[in-house]
């Protein structure tokens, strides 16, 4: 029997979180992977895509270079040297990542709960007095015929050819990174979305402005349709307004989010699920004493850095876990923090709202990113903000500066009265803030 301080069940972000602050903490730590270090994250989520959207926003930038007075030759893409690199980027944060948990045991395999402190990997018995379960999440799929001639996010980052057109079934954030880098590469691109809107979880007018920008660029979004059947010629059937229609394509990708991965035995030993998801309270903890569960196995928010923030306060980090901010890495990209003005709407709220363009800001008419919109919404007695949405160049970067306002409990007017360089996209929001 192999005996450890605390076994953590998965090294994707909050994993890796949990370990290495125990491993300051001095404690002897087990960690069981049942794939790869880093988890879905690293190896086939968060990163790889990351890397691909560079290559993606190359491929604008290398297009667009004669409104910037630079002429190149004819732009080709070379997607297998995209892939090589996108697992490159890969395996060098994978190594850092077991750098990292040098110190710690690492074994390889599935694990199966067998007592409140005790799973067994292979064979092999281990047992803490603190296990933390963060196995995160596997793909979704819709429960229609023909659904498994789909592809997931999986195997589509696995490719190293890409196909001349795929329909996306989800428009949520996966669908949407997926179909900006594949328009980007020349791929033709058809994003069937079940909900009103794209980004469903965004603010509307954010949405709304990210798919008017990809519609006029020639992506086909088509919203309020339910797809109902794949058929073997990868023809997409879907009722759209009532009516059947369909596309025929190369290849189809699957899109429609993500589910819990529940270790095996957990619900035996006493675990509770709600949903098919781990059920904890505010500290983490499970219905078992001294296990918890982080990340998108408890499905409360299935975002990396959340998944990190829940693995730090685990392990007693005081972590202001109610303003998490959110990003699709589109073209361009949107970024959201706190409350859309839906839900402000809906809960009766006192708030004004203020928009700024991009193409009303030096920097972003010098660089050539004019098409964006930064909405912020703030409570009209407190003057706290409420929300911050952006759907432009670096929304990513613009958001969390109103994070940080929201985090400390600062009023609008703190942004407004702190001087900020120009020209700078920060001034986008700077703008918005003066009511």
Known sequence: MHKSDIIV?????????????????????????????????????????????????????????SEFGVSVGSVCLDYAKAAERKDAVVA????????????????????????????????????????????????????????????DSDRLLAMDRLPASIAIIGGGVIGMEFACILSAFGVDVTVIEYCKEIL?????????????????????????SQVTE??????????????????????????????????????QIGISLSRGAIVVDDTFATSVPCVYAIGDVNARMMLAHVASAQGATVMGVDVNLGVVPAVAFTSPECAMVGLAEEQCKEAGLNYKVTKSLFRANGKAQAMGETEGLLKL????????????????AHAADLVQEAALAMSSALPVDAITSTIHAHPSLSEILHSATCL
């Open 9 to 65: 069940i998965g090294s994707g972000p909050g994993g890796m979180e949990v370990a290495s602050r125990a491993l300051k903490q001095g404690l002897s730590v087990t960690v069981i992977e049942r794939d790869r270090l880093g988890g879905t994250c690293l190896n086939r989520g968060c990163i790889p895509t990351k890397a691909l959207c560079r290559s993606a926003e190359i491929m604008r930038l290398v297009d667009g270079t």
């Open 92 to 151: 060098a944060l994978r190594d850092n990542v077991a750098l990292m948990l040098s110190n710690a045991e690492i074994v390889t395999g599935e694990a199966r709960f067998t007592a409140s402190d005790t799973v067994e990997v292979n064979g092999e018995v281990y047992t803490a007095p603190r296990i933390v379960i963060a196995t995160g999440s596997r793909p979704a799929s819709l429960d229609i015929p023909g659904a498994a001639l789909a592809i």
């Open 200 to 224: 469903p979880n965004f603010d509307r007018d954010i949405a709304k402005r990210l798919r008017t920008s990809l519609s006029r660029e020639g992506m086909k979004i088509i919203t309020g």
């Open 230 to 267: 794949i058929t073997t010629e990868k023809r997409v059937e879907y009722i759209v307004k009532g009516k059947s229609a369909s596309v025929e394509v190369d290849e189809v990708l699957m899109a429609v989010g993500r589910r819990p991965v529940i270790p095996e035995g957990a619900e």
């Open 377 to 392: 919404i703030v409570d009209a007695d407190t003057r706290l903000i409420l929300g911050c949405h952006v759907c432009g």
